[in-house]
């Protein structure tokens, strides 16, 4: 995935920058690794992923894709698919969701891992 696309895992929570209903001023939507409300956990003023990128869950409930087709934040061990050149965000998101496989674990919290997106 990394020769196609950006791929971190979304990080902390900013608290400074956060509130659980959308407002004037929040109006972005920050992503969790949830598959409730399609990961839907509150809302910023600053986004930092841009539309037309994919979230995949990666911890709990693994490996289920969603396309992002506005601005957002994302928080916890969401992996976030980004700056997709040469493949379209909602094909990538039904291709994952139908076609690929994750292996099961034994014991523990199955968990998918990328680079921590930078601060």
Known sequence: MGEVAD????????????STER?????????????????????????????????????????VAFHRNCNFAAI???????????VNPYFLQEIWN????LPLEDGGIPQLTAVKAKP
Not at 10 to 16: M, T
Not at 28 to 50: D, E, H, Q, R
Not at 76 to 86: F, H, K, Q, T
């Open 23 to 63: 407002t004037d001023k929040y109006i972005f939507p920050i992503y969790s690794n949830s598959v409730a409300k399609k990961g839907l956990y509150g809302f910023c003023a600053t986004p930092k992923y841009k539309e037309n990128s994919v979230t995949v869950t990666a911890r709990g409930t693994l490996g």
């Open 76 to 86: 916890g061990r969401l992996l976030v698919i980004s700056n997709l050149n040469v």
């Open 7 to 18: 791929v971190v895992a979304a990080g902390d929570l900013n608290v400074d920058d956060y």
């Open 98 to 101: 139908h076609s690929v496989q």
